[in-house]
């Protein structure tokens, strides 16, 4: 398949090759690390495995060699521009990667790049489809309208019972066309048979982890509302235990907020037991090397993978009773669900976690695996993504409606 000529913006990386299924072209702002672009990849990879080819549009980023090394094609394209004149161009080049490389499927994956998505699809008769991925917050009716076009596919998949309740409540959406599709832990990687040893003893070298005390883990990238300054809180009530806490995420040039975080290990008296750390390249490890995981998020998240990772590796998590959390954890089984915000009660979580017997520990092991093995793989993923995608081929041509 030749490659089109694409117009100022787009960036051609390597021609796609020739597949006998169908052409899908994903669209998302950018590459960077995160759930969206996770499931991105993940589904790029689903798509060839399963005889298509895997095209994404996106403003690039650290992802684009994990599509490579799948063999997808990336196209780097303004995508992330909320400035209405680019967004305009990027219709016109999206139209020519869809009638160059002949796509069948577009599935578009935030909102700037939807409504340029929409618009192409529309004018080429191309298929239309959405990811739902949070509970995009509105304030007034124009951003509402901003926000609709998530939930104007032909079918429109919903991250979580979460997110799909949202959609239902504030969108006009036909119930027949939304799709539950939580995401999928890549259960290769975050398996506790395949996390060795030296991986764990080099990851407590580089930490310079004491021997003997236990680990809080609290993965995700500083900003406010992923709630490190209500962990912080809450360990000023654990003055009689003696542990480590580990904080790993970029700032992404929050450095503000991350001073914040700073002073406030200072005035809490936790310097030299809680470690900020911009990132962390073997997050199994890290998880297996926790005595329990931590997901503070003070606005619900749509799925929340951090609940999911730690579980797979039969980690106790201690998460905000909100959002997709509430789906994952079986309370007081695999984990431990707080008022989101309340410092104390996340405190008398990481007690109860921290307190558990070896018996008490194993059982909640066990159970958490299952859990996400039979309810949260990637496998099972990508296989209701691609019957979803299956199911729109199927059908005939698309006539969509703008909902308000």
């Given at each position: 398949?030749?490659?089109?000529?694409?117009?100022?913006?787009?960036?051609?990386?390597?021609?796609?090759?020739?597949?006998?299924?169908?052409?899908?072209?994903?669209?998302?702002?950018?590459?960077?690390?995160?759930?969206?672009?996770?499931?991105?990849?993940?589904?790029?990879?689903?798509?060839?495995?399963?005889?298509?080819?895997?095209?994404?549009?996106?403003?690039?980023?650290?992802?684009?060699?994990?599509?490579?090394?799948?063999?997808?094609?990336?196209?780097?394209?303004?995508?992330?521009?909320?400035?209405?004149?680019?967004?305009?161009?990027?219709?016109?080049?999206?139209?020519?990667?869809?009638?160059?490389?002949?796509?069948?499927?577009?599935?578009?994956?935030?909102?700037?790049?939807?409504?340029?998505?929409?618009?192409?699809?529309?004018?080429?008769?191309?298929?239309?489809?959405?990811?739902?991925?949070?509970?995009?917050?509105?304030?007034?009716?124009?951003?509402?309208?901003?926000?609709?076009?998530?939930?104007?596919?032909?079918?429109?998949?919903?991250?979580?019972?979460?997110?799909?309740?949202?959609?239902?409540?504030?969108?006009?959406?036909?119930?027949?066309?939304?799709?539950?599709?939580?995401?999928?832990?890549?259960?290769?990687?975050?398996?506790?048979?395949?996390?060795s040893a030296e991986r764990m003893i080099q990851l407590t070298t580089r930490w310079r982890l004491p021997?003997?005390?236990?680990?809080?883990?609290?993965?995700?990238?500083?900003?406010?509302?992923?709630?490190?300054?209500?962990?912080?809180?809450?360990?000023?009530?654990?003055?009689?235990?003696?542990?480590?806490?580990?904080?790993?995420?970029?700032?992404?040039?929050?450095?503000?907020?991350?001073?914040?975080?700073?002073?406030?290990?200072?005035?809490?008296?936790?310097?030299?037991?809680?470690?900020?750390?911009?990132?962390?390249?073997?997050?199994?490890?890290?998880?297996?090397?926790?005595?329990?995981?931590?997901?503070?998020?003070?606005?619900?998240?749509?799925?929340?993978?951090?609940?999911?990772?730690?579980?797979?590796?039969?980690?106790?998590?201690?998460?905000?009773?909100?959002?997709?959390?509430?789906?994952?954890?079986?309370?007081?089984?695999?984990?431990?669900?707080?008022?989101?915000?309340?410092?104390?009660?996340?405190?008398?979580?990481?007690?109860?976690?921290?307190?558990?017997?070896?018996?008490?520990?194993?059982?909640?092991?066990?159970?958490?695996?299952?859990?996400?093995?039979?309810?949260?793989s990637k496998e099972q993923m990508c296989a209701k993504t691609l019957a979803v995608y299956k199911e729109?081929?199927?059908?005939?041509?698309?006539?969509?409606?703008?909902?308000?």
């Amino acid at each position: 398949m030749s490659a089109p000529e694409v117009s100022t913006g787009v960036t051609q990386i390597e021609s796609a090759t020739a597949a006998q299924g169908p052409v899908v072209l994903q669209v998302l702002p950018a590459l960077v690390t995160g759930g969206a672009e996770r499931g991105t990849v993940d589904i790029a990879g689903a798509i060839i495995a399963d005889g298509g080819t895997a095209i994404v549009a996106s403003e690039g980023g650290p992802m684009e060699n994990d599509l490579k090394r799948l063999g997808a094609l990336h196209l780097k394209m303004p995508l992330a521009s909320k400035n209405p004149l680019v967004m305009r161009r990027n219709v016109a080049r999206l139209v020519k990667v869809i009638e160059g490389y002949k796509v069948d499927l577009v599935h578009a994956r935030s909102r700037a790049p939807a409504w340029s998505a929409r618009a192409a699809a529309r004018q080429t008769g191309c298929h239309f489809v959405t990811t739902f991925h949070a509970p995009y917050n509105f304030s007034n009716a124009l951003k509402k309208r901003y926000n609709a076009v998530m939930a104007d596919g032909e079918r429109v998949i919903a991250i979580s019972d979460f997110i799909a309740e949202h959609v239902r409540s504030n969108y006009k959406v036909d119930p027949k066309m939304l799709r539950v599709i939580h995401r999928g832990v890549d259960l290769a990687r975050f398996d506790p048979d395949r996390v060795s040893a030296e991986r764990m003893i080099q990851l407590t070298t580089r930490w310079r982890l004491p021997d003997g005390l236990p680990l809080i883990l609290m993965p995700g990238r500083l900003t406010r509302w992923k709630g490190q300054a209500v962990l912080l809180e809450a360990l000023s009530y654990l003055r009689d235990i003696d542990y480590r806490c580990v904080l790993v995420g970029s700032d992404q040039g929050r450095t503000a907020y991350r001073r914040e975080l700073e002073e406030l290990i200072n005035r809490h008296g936790l310097a030299g037991k809680v470690l900020l750390l911009d990132e962390c390249n073997d997050m199994p490890a890290a998880y297996m090397l926790s005595d329990v995981v931590v997901s503070a998020s003070t606005d619900p998240e749509g799925f929340g993978r951090i609940v999911g990772e730690a579980q797979a590796l039969g980690r106790p998590v201690v998460a905000s009773d909100h959002g997709g959390a509430r789906e994952q954890l079986l309370a007081e089984r695999t984990g431990f669900l707080f008022p989101s915000g309340d410092a104390a009660a996340l405190a008398a979580g990481l007690r109860k976690a921290l307190g558990l017997s070896p018996e008490a520990r194993a059982r909640l092991h066990d159970e958490a695996i299952a859990r996400v093995r039979q309810s949260f793989s990637k496998e099972q993923m990508c296989a209701k993504t691609l019957a979803v995608y299956k199911e729109v081929l199927r059908s005939g041509a698309w006539a969509p409606g703008a909902h308000p």
